[in-house]
């Protein structure tokens, strides 16, 4: 899988030690991550549904085996 090329092998230990810095556990870690893009902000009220659909979506990827890591 294509993350893991940011998590496997001794010279990538630095950064399996940010991401364990994120909170995430072994097991989190060694599944399929999946970025989720999220443009929430309050400025603008036409994003504030933004939050509610990330987290769903977050919810499912984790359902269905991966780590979702979300950004803006």
Do not use: C, W, Y
Request: no cysteine; aromatic share 4%; net charge positive.
């Amino acid at each position: 899988m294509r993350s893991d090329n940011i998590k496997n092998g001794f010279e990538k230990a630095p950064h399996r030690s940010l991401l364990k810095a994120l909170g995430l556990t072994n097991e989190e870690i060694q599944r399929p991550m999946v970025g989720i893009v999220n443009t929430f902000n309050e400025i603008v009220p036409g994003h504030k549904h933004l939050r509610e659909i990330s987290e769903a979506v977050k919810k499912g990827v984790t359902m269905e085996g991966g780590t979702p890591l979300e950004f803006p």
